[in-house]
């Protein structure tokens, strides 16, 4: 295994919306090196099948988008957060249109979805339920004619570079060189992704494991919000667990939702399918609870087969992939973690408590989402404040300096493989069980004490280990995510208890966690 040094004005770490997004906001202003987990096609960005929410119609206004990310997010939300998301958001989508993206039109006009919790159509979409990954190619192809960016793929960040509350840039080790890079920058931004793939059903790639979040705790940053984990209601079904998400502009469309014995369970509420995701995700789980199948029903039986084709093209050649006939029968679909609010907390511009380090897209808690993402409010927020952390990030006058690092060799020991497998298998396990859809005291002691008793305890020391990096910090996760819902105790937006089963406003300060002297992680007070 080699050891070199790299240097970069800007070290950018994660290749979704936010990650690319800051690597082009931040090559106006020097050299760029972007660094992935995995390649720039395993990212949620690139699977996410929603739009971009923006406020482009003569029909819609500021004030509406506001009001209904407000309302989404249940009396949680940062005011001035969202007014930011609105207002700068429409800017960045007009950016993106004038730039060449290929939103979706018909006779040269803006095509405008709707989704659960929009009082209006402003849903911009492209390769009907493929936006994702039509603005991740838009957003790659702008980088890969940037000479100032720098991309590395199969890249593990193992640690952060810091010295009295400053982040200088990172430890990394490059898998298809057997190299490890001590990659020094004035600064640096975490755009990792959340921590859904913790969970054994969860609509993001294996990779979505907390990456960023534990190693920003680490050198003194503060996680905030880890119990909101907002699932996605329709994900396809399947016995095996190779379910994948079904838009929520299908709905959009008018599919409705049936269970087992054929009632379309959400005529009780207003806005029927197109309630938001949290009512929408907790009604199926309990649908699902009183019947003998473990999914309900998306069904587009009475829609124009056509149409809808024409609208989902990919998404509808997947399912009939798999043996179902739209126009004679329903999608089996049942809720799967999506999203997670919580993160690194943040301030207006993605940055943190730690001088030059940035949190931006997922990985961020930066207030917008509150305690329940509005649909389609994800990738709006990733341009919007990856730009504003570049631009903070900008002003910064030292340049990155090298530090007294501790270069214990970082190893990768096939031995620990196995090991780590069991541990990630019993974490989804507990996470799905007692941290899901809803939860109660007596189910999150248990999470907690199998954790403390089954865990922790083989987890012995392995340095800058591979397999015992990410066993540690899967496990340190898991139980900051408990311990958020255990403290929380009222019912809020994604976060359901149903030993307190209504909202407490008491409660509605946030859990905020750091690493104390003693490197043991606590509440703050």
């Known amino acids: 295994m080699s050891f070199t040094v790299k240097k ?52 819609d206004s500021y004030e509406k988008h506001i009001s209904d990310t407000l309302d989404a997010g249940r009396g949680y939300c ?29 006779n040269g006009a803006l095509n405008l979805g709707m989704e659960g919790g929009h009082s209006n159509r402003r849903i911009l979409h492209a390769n009907g339920a493929a936006t994702g990954k039509a603005l991740v190619d ?176 990919g998404l509808i050649q997947r399912i009939e992939d798999r043996g179902i006939d739209i126009t004679k029968e329903g999608i089996p679909v049942a809720p799967a973690a999506h999203y997670c609010i919580g993160g690194i907390e943040t301030g207006l511009d993605g940055e943190t408590n730690i001088k030059g380090l940035y949190a931006c897209g997922e ?37 990155s300096r090298l530090i007294g690092v501790n270069m214990k060799p970082f190893t990768l020991s096939s031995d620990l493989e196995e090991p780590f497998l069991v541990q990630k298998k019993i974490v989804t396990s507990l996470l799905n069980r007692f941290a899901g859809i809803e939860r109660n005291d007596s189910g999150l002691h248990q999470a907690l004490d199998q954790i403390n008793s089954e865990l922790k305890s083989p987890m012995y020391h392995q340095g800058n280990e591979y397999f015992f990096l990410r066993m540690m910090e899967m496990v340190n996760i898991a139980e900051l995510i408990i311990v958020g819902a255990l403290n929380r105790k009222e019912s809020r937006g994604v976060h359901f208890r149903n030993d307190f089963p209504e909202p407490d406003d008491t409660q509605k300060e946030p859990m905020r966690f750091y690493r104390n002297r003693f490197n043991k992680v606590q509440a703050v007070s």
């Open 8 to 59: 970069t004005d800007y070290l950018i770490i994660g290749s979704g919306v936010a990650g690319l997004n800051a690597a082009i906001e931040a090559a106006k202003h020097g050299e760029v090196l972007l660094v992935t987990k995995s390649t720039l096609d395993e990212s949620s960005s690139y699977w996410a099948q929603g739009g971009v929410a923006a406020v482009l119609a003569d029909t």
């Open 78 to 106: 940062d005011p001035e957060a969202v007014e930011i998301l609105v207002r700068e958001g429409a800017d960045r989508v007009k950016e993106l249109i004038n730039n060449g993206m290929p939103f979706e039109r018909t």
């Open 138 to 313: 838009f957003l790659t192809s702008k980088i890969r004619e940037n000479d100032q960016i720098t991309i590395t793929e199969n890249v593990f960040v193992y640690d952060l570079i810091s010295d009295d509350n400053r982040c200088f840039g990172a430890l990394a080790y490059v898998y298809d060189e057997d190299k490890v890079v001590q990659i020094q920058s004035k600064a640096t931004v975490l755009a990792t992704g959340g921590y859904s793939g913790l969970y054994t059903r969860s609509t993001n790639p294996h990779t979505s494991t907390g990456d960023g979040l534990w190693l920003a705790l680490n050198h003194g940053a503060i996680l905030k919000d880890l119990e909101f984990i907002q699932f996605h209601p329709t994900v396809f079904y399947s016995s095996k667990g190779d379910g994948f998400l079904i838009s929520e502009a299908v709905r959009g469309e008018g599919g409705r939702l049936y269970n087992a014995s054929g009632e379309r369970f959400m005529e009780k509420y207003p806005d029927l399918e197109l309630s938001p995701r949290d009512v929408v995700s907790k009604e199926i789980f309990n649908q699902i609870a009183k019947q003998d199948k473990e999914f309900v029903y998306l069904d587009l039986t009475h829609l124009d087969s056509e149409k809808i084709r024409n609208r989902f093209p």
């Open 363 to 399: 990985v961020a808690a930066t207030g917008v989402h509150g305690a329940n993402r509005l649909a389609s409010n994800s990738l709006l927020e990733c341009l919007v404040f990856s730009k504003r952390a570049i631009d903070h990030a900008s002003k910064i006058r030292e340049s």
